[in-house]
């Protein structure tokens, strides 16, 4: 499984994805202060699963029918880094019992 971790992903989820052998692309690293819409091109062109904590990516998805290979919506209030990499890893490695229209609510979409 291959990820793209846009700039708002804390680092520590992205060294703990690495540590447990993912393959992640981290736009900081990369060419950062790009759009979102470049953010969504080069996850597209990477065949990378975009992980991100900012909601614009739904509208971008959905509204404008922008084509992705998939979006990981991060939201973890009021915890710390270390411990939303924690809880993030752990959702990598069991089956994920969200369906993936409950990541940006209940729209869906024909592509």
Request: charged share 30%; aromatic share 8%; with cysteine.
């Amino acid at each position: 499984m291959k990820f793209l971790a846009d700039e708002c992903v804390d680092r520590q989820i992205v060294d703990r994805l690495r540590q447990e052998s993912y393959e992640v692309l981290y736009v900081v690293e990369m060419e950062p202060g790009i759009s979102d819409d470049e953010v969504l091109n080069l996850a597209n062109l990477e065949k990378s699963i975009l992980l991100t904590a900012d909601k614009d990516f739904g509208d971008l998805i959905f509204r404008q029918n922008k084509i992705t290979t998939g979006v990981i919506l991060i939201q973890r209030a009021g915890l710390l880094p270390w411990s939303k990499s924690r809880s993030r890893c752990r959702c990598y490695q069991r089956p994920c019992r969200r369906t993936p229209t409950s990541i940006f609510g209940n729209h869906t979409s024909n592509r």
